[in-house]
């Protein structure tokens, strides 16, 4: 790594966990680059994350926050400070191959239409399946649902190569990816609103409605430690998850299909609800009635979404939607599997 001409900034947003993000940058001080800079912002930490990371790694760009503004918040401070002309958005969570940098770097070097890339995401604990929260190459279906390549809902397949191949996406992971910096300023950065989960497809939405593509290259590799910072069944994951996939919904699409696609979106939430309650998940619960909440006390802020979205916008929805999934994946998934559930329990009790 060199301190002049600097075209990669990896930030890493941090907030205590002085273990995990020390093996971190011991893995990514390893990367076969030769141009990257690393800034670390530091989300108020309690543990003496800022003293750590200045004492033993003094090279190291260091962000001290007076709060937590999230992964959103957080990311977005660190832009402001990066110097390269490719910004790499990182978990504190997660090792890295060595070539990773430099793969996703000549990747996104081939087309100037490719406004960001994320590499293959595999689960740091067993490295043969894909990671919960990146897979090779997110996608979202038309009700805001998203999934990847490798992992739907909490189903993650293992990794025997059958997504090698770099392909058009709707969303990169912010697990790791790579992203051109003018276009990320210019798409009006993360969302802060969000704080933290599906802050990158929201941006990855607006970079499309833009014009520009997302990507996946494979050849370069990550390994995350997935749900170290935030509990995968917590109140405040479901809640963050169901208010911030309505807040794209509401905020991104235009009036006529906000309306149409809102409505059976809050058919999916009443069922999600019922199914929590049933099965005394209160968690996921009042985590759906705190999300509806929310959006009904923050008119404000869909309104303020709206418009920011729609000062960027050159493409229309019908050519945005053509890289989603036209149904429903909740439906494709979990009804279709019950019923082929339901054929095997007929044929067995013949």
Known sequence: MTEYNVRVSIIIPHWNGIDILSECLISLFKSKHDSY????????????????????????????????????????????????????????????????????ENFIKKDNMIAAVQPKVL??????????????????????????????????????GQYNDSKQCFWSSGTAFMVRKKLFFEAGQFDGSFFSHMEEIDLCWRLQAMGFQIWVEPGAVVYHKNALSMP???????????????????????????LILGSGRIVFELIAFGYSILNLNWKHASAIIRS???????????????????????????????????????????????????????????
Request: include cysteine; hydrophobic fraction near 35%.
């Open 292 to 350: 509806f909440l929310y959006l009904l006390f923050h008119v404000n802020v869909i309104l303020r979404k709206r418009h920011k979205f729609k000062k960027i916008r050159i493409k229309e929805d019908k050519d945005i939607m053509r890289n989603m999934l036209k149904n429903s994946i909740v439906i494709n998934y979990y009804i279709k599997r019950m019923q082929i559930y339901s054929e095997i329990d007929s044929i067995d009790s013949w």
């Open 37 to 104: 800079e690393v800034i670390v912002v530091d989300n108020a930490s309690t543990d003496g994350s800022q003293s750590w990371v200045k004492n033993t790694y003094p090279q190291v760009k260091l962000i001290e926050n007076e709060k937590n503004y999230g992964y959103a918040g957080g990311c977005n401070r660190g832009a402001l400070e990066a110097e390269g002309d490719f910004l790499v958005f990182l978990n504190n969570d997660t090792t890295q191959d060595p070539d990773w940098l430099h793969n996703l």
């Open 232 to 258: 995968m069944h917590s109140h405040k994951k479901y809640y963050l998850n169901h208010r911030n996939s309505l807040l794209m919904l509401f905020g991104n699409y235009s009036f006529k299909n906000t």
């Open 123 to 160: 689960n740091y604990f067993n490295k043969n399946i894909f990671d919960y929260a990146g897979g090779s190459g997110g996608h979202m279906d038309w009700f805001c649902f998203p999934y990847a390549r490798g992992r739907i809902f909490s189903k993650q397949e293992r990794d025997i």
